[in-house]
């Protein structure tokens, strides 16, 4: 019995000294090395994306002598180096006369949505440049790759007194498009 388990031992220890052997072997002939460059590459898509918060004026009285101003926000987010262009179209009621340059904006509301009230849009706060859609009357953006806000400044002017009274369903709205144009 010793002689078979003498015999199973040594079988073990050479076919142990043949695999360490063989694994050096094997490290060895790997022992060269060669080299190239991998080369790993992106796309930079040059875009713009926006978006706007309203302009909620809240509540409007005719018979008030002063007009009523009120806020949005018009957001863009440009590809770092990628300017972009700011317009607002002139809404879906859209005043006789009116133009994409001089927009005259109006809110449909009141009983049976046949009511108009008239409103401006302007670039900055003192309220006196119309924020259109033409190349000459929106507003730049660098393009920064960060996200900017645009401040929409709103107004409607005072003693409208052919607006009639709209609440709730019958409440005054209009839609603009802000479009960002890279």
């Not at 005259?104 to 949505?113: N, T």
């Not at 401040?151 to 003693?159: F, K, L, N």
């Amino acid at each position: 019995m010793k002689s078979k388990t003498r015999q199973r031992s040594l079988r073990l220890a050479i076919a142990a000294a043949i695999a360490v052997g063989s694994a050096g072997v094997a490290f060895n002939s790997l022992a060269a090395t060669d080299t190239d460059n991998l080369l790993v590459t992106a796309d930079v898509t040059a875009t713009c994306a926006i978006t706007t918060a309203p302009v909620a004026f809240g509540s409007y009285d005719p018979t008030d002598l002063t007009d009523l101003n009120g806020t949005g926000t018009v957001t863009l987010f440009c590809t770092n180096g990628t300017a972009g262009y700011v317009t607002l179209g002139q809404g879906v009621n859209p005043d006789t006369g009116s133009s994409d340059d001089v927009p005259v904006r109006q809110m449909a509301g009141g009983a049976g949505g046949t009511g108009r009230l008239t409103y401006h849009l302007y670039s900055e706060n003192t309220r006196t440049t119309v924020w259109g859609n033409t190349g000459t009357t929106g507003l730049d953006d660098a393009g920064d790759g960060t996200s900017h806000d645009l401040t929409v400044y709103g107004q409607i002017p005072a003693r409208q007194s052919t607006a009639t009274a709209g609440t709730g369903v019958t409440a005054y709205s209009d839609t603009v498009v802000a479009t960002v144009t890279f």
